[in-house]
């Protein structure tokens, strides 16, 4: 298969995004450790292929991510764990920033880090990080998660030129609204602060899009997979829009 021998870890891997790319490097051959920080649904993907092992670690601890990653010897590092918040910018505290940078922006700092290194001395490697398309455009009442987001498009692109005579390419994809339990959650906020129906509230994510439905999480891991097969060695530095054309 096309990743034998190859090992890959996944970030936040127990859910949605996380989930479908560890199911998918997986199933193409490669040995998959998937964290976040509650190990039940971690351990219920890695029940679901005998090539995923379930780690616990919170990616904004830069000792438990060492570890983590020391453990792994990772040829692959998918950047996807992450979170969202919303609110209104000048009701937005700094704790909020925080914890929005912290995850999305200081957490995928520490993986891609982390993970450069456990590529030091091998020909090939991808690192590979889950941004958004509020990576590539601002939306209203998430500043803090867009401008994270903003980050790691520009740390990916600044990464891939340090590493491009490696045999190591870095890029970000960048989704739209993913049909994922963090799109539940926005969908549960919006019915609880606006009263609307939660039908209401999903088509009025869904219609957003250009094709008017949410992305598929296997949409993004199987742009996972193109970066990882053959014919990507000069794909690098990019921001891959996954949007159904809304960026
Ligand atoms: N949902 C969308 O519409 C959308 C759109 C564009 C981009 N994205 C991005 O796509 C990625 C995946 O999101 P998703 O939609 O699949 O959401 P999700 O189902 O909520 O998955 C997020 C995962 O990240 C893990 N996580 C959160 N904080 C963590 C931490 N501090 N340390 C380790 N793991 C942590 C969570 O597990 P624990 O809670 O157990 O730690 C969870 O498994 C994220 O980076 C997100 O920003 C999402």
Redesign the pocket.
């Known amino acids: 298969m096309m990743l034998d021998g190859k090992s890959a870890l996944v970030?936040?891997?127990?859910?949605?995004?996380?989930a479908a790319i560890a199911l998918a490097l997986a199933g193409a051959g490669a040995r998959v450790t998937i964290?976040?920080?509650?190990l039940d649904?971690?351990q219920a993907v890695a029940a679901r292929h005998a090539s995923i092992r379930a780690v616990a670690?919170?990616?904004?601890d830069e000792s438990a991510v060492t570890q983590m990653m020391a453990e792994a010897s990772p040829d692959i590092v998918v950047a996807?764990?992450?979170?969202?918040e919303s609110a209104p910018f000048v009701k937005t505290d700094l704790d909020a920033f925080r914890r929005m940078v912290d995850?999305?922006l200081t957490?995928t700092f520490l993986t891609l880090r982390e993970g450069a290194r456990a590529l030091h001395g091998k020909s090939w490697g991808r690192l590979i990080a889950?941004?958004?398309?509020?990576g590539l455009k601002g939306y209203a009442y998430v500043a803090p998660?867009a401008a994270a987001?903003h980050g790691v498009v520009g740390m990916v692109k600044s990464v891939a030129l340090e590493l491009a005579q490696k045999g190591v390419t870095v890029n970000a994809i960048?989704?739209?609204?993913?049909d994922?339990?963090?799109?539940q959650?926005?969908i549960a906020r919006i019915v609880e602060k606006t009263g609307r129906t939660e039908a209401d509230a999903r088509a009025s994510l869904e219609a957003t899009n250009p094709m008017h439905r949410?992305?598929p999480?296997e949409d993004?891991a199987q742009t996972v997979l193109w970066l990882c097969g053959p014919g990507t060695s000069m794909v690098t530095g990019q921001a891959i829009s996954v949007s159904g054309g809304e960026t």
């Open positions: 970030t936040g891997g127990g859910t949605g995004a996380g964290c976040g920080r509650r649904p971690l670690c919170d990616i904004t996807n764990a992450g979170a969202s995850v999305n957490g889950i941004a958004s398309t509020a998660y987001k960048c989704p739209g609204f993913l994922t339990e963090m799109t959650a926005s949410l992305v999480p993004v």
